[in-house]
């Protein structure tokens, strides 16, 4: 470790970068509530069995902070809520309670005046490839995609994710997210075990890992399994091609699933556990027609989908997906860059909601990342064009709550409710304007970035050195 980073670790008398401690187990305790859990849509009951426990557990452990107390403030609490003049009350890393002007505030040493601002759950994002597909972006650092055979079931994406990737600084200081999903990438049908880190500084994986968050399990049909295989002359080469190759898969996982006695295999491991409801589906799908046909063939193998992701054609099927309680991880306005996007629209978020369905905005970018709370505005003025208001609290819930549910973390975080973690964001004016941007981050009531304080700006060892970076004064 360089002695600038030392210096900028013990800034202001507590370490504003690196954790790595055991994860509290009563938060594993509290998201054991089965979540995603389904049954088989077989006739024949089959029995799973044991997967071995996690050999790579989350080592996080929350930043030291005070008991902190953020007041007179707007606040949108994530989910749907929004308070005008209130305040917000955190102690111990957890959210203690939200007022408003006729709620007696706790008397507090720490206050923050948040006169003329606006206070947020910290953002989330449910799909990144920070770290797997570091910056500075050389083939040194491409290890998104295992494009070695169309299922890599048995591949996990934290052994890709470099933690001195300068992405992770830059998404908590321009963008306040504070929890992310990286997954593997779409060149195959079934990409491999996701990871959902929280967004601070660690000299390990570990410890970056959001205790308690379950896995999730990156699928993708569509293009990219047919282009990137059938160039090599290989199945799958078509759409129907894409779907045998998951069935048997997943026919192959069943089996596997009923042996007495299963030699030991990463990948059926993998498949296993999303059988038994333990990995969430995050699958990676353009088109209307396909994502119901694979919500069929879910309900065909005994699995559910979480969320769809791209998703640009899911304002055609709104109805289907609420009926299956299926989220649409979207962007607001990318289409057209390959055929199966050629359909996607900028109402797509609004008109799913309009349907009653889950909207999620999500980045898919390392500069995307950094401003999606933009891009929620841009949906939601795309459907108040249309006639669609939708309100800014509701919104405010697309990069919070609503991913946190599809994660399967919203029990611990996206909302500001007593008993949560404190990942919570000051922005220094409306977070749905494009002029406003982070002003104070904390995650678990740690104080991990002040835009009005240089020494609580976290800096990747990549950018010491560089100019105005690193500058511990």
Avoid at 125 to 130: G, N, P, T, V, W
Avoid at 271 to 296: P, S, T
Avoid at 462 to 469: M, S, V
């Amino acid at each position: 470790m360089t002695n600038a980073m030392r210096a900028l670790f013990l800034a202001g008398g507590a370490l504003t970068l690196v954790a790595c401690a055991t994860a509290n187990a009563g938060d594993k305790a509290d998201n054991a509530d089965n979540r995603g859990k389904v049954e088989s849509a077989s006739s024949a009951p089959f029995r799973l069995p044991e997967t071995p426990a996690d050999p790579y557990p989350s080592t996080y452990k929350p930043y030291p902070g005070v008991e902190t107390l953020i007041i007179p403030t707007t606040v949108f609490d994530g989910a749907g809520g929004r308070i005008d003049n209130g305040w917000v009350h955190f102690r111990d890393g957890k959210i203690v309670a939200v007022g408003g002007p006729t709620t007696m505030p706790p008397d507090v040493a720490n206050v923050i005046d948040g006169s003329d601002k606006f206070v947020t759950p910290g953002v989330i994002d449910i799909h990144s490839h920070l770290g797997n597909g570091a910056q500075p972006s050389v083939d040194a650092h491409s290890d998104v995609n295992e494009s070695t055979a169309p299922t890599t079931a048995d591949v996990w994406t934290e052994h890709s994710v470099h933690p001195q990737d300068p992405g992770f600084s830059r998404a908590l200081t321009n963008g306040g997210v504070t929890s992310l999903q990286i997954l593997p990438g779409s060149a195959n049908l079934m990409g491999g075990r996701t990871v959902t880190l929280k967004n601070v500084y660690a000299r390990t994986v570990q410890g970056m890992k959001f205790p308690g968050a379950p896995y999730g399990f990156k699928m993708a049909c569509g293009e990219n399994p047919k282009r990137v295989y059938g160039n090599k002359g290989r199945k799958p080469r078509t759409r129907m091609g894409n779907f045998a190759v998951n069935r048997q898969t997943w026919l192959d996982a069943r089996a596997y699933a009923e042996d007495d006695n299963p030699k030991r295999d990463l990948e059926m491991e993998t498949l296993a556990g999303v059988l038994k409801g333990e990995l969430l589906v995050h699958n990676h799908c353009y088109r209307a027609d396909e994502m119901a046909f694979v919500m069929d063939m879910a309900k065909e193998m005994g699995y559910r989908v979480t969320a769809f992701h791209h998703a640009v054609e899911a304002y055609k099927i709104g109805d289907l997906l609420r009926e299956n309680g299926v989220c649409s991880a979207i962007w607001a306005d990318w289409y057209g860059f390959k055929m199966e996007a050629y359909d996607g629209i900028m109402e797509n978020a609004a008109l799913l909601a309009r349907e009653g369905a889950c909207v999620i905005i999500h980045s898919d970018d390392d500069n995307g990342i950094q401003r999606l709370n933009q891009e929620a505005a841009k949906a939601q003025a795309a459907g108040k064009r249309m006639g669609i208001d939708i309100s800014d609290a509701e919104v405010i819930g697309w990069i919070t709550l609503n991913a946190a549910k599809a994660m399967g973390i919203d029990a611990m975080t996206g909302s500001l409710e007593p008993g949560k973690m404190a990942d919570v964001v000051l922005w220094n004016g409306d977070p749905l304007s494009v002029y406003s941007r982070p002003e104070k981050v904390w995650i678990d009531g740690a104080l991990l970035y002040d835009a009005l304080d240089r020494k609580r700006r976290p800096v990747s060892d990549f950018e010491l050195g560089q100019p105005g970076e690193g500058d511990v004064k």
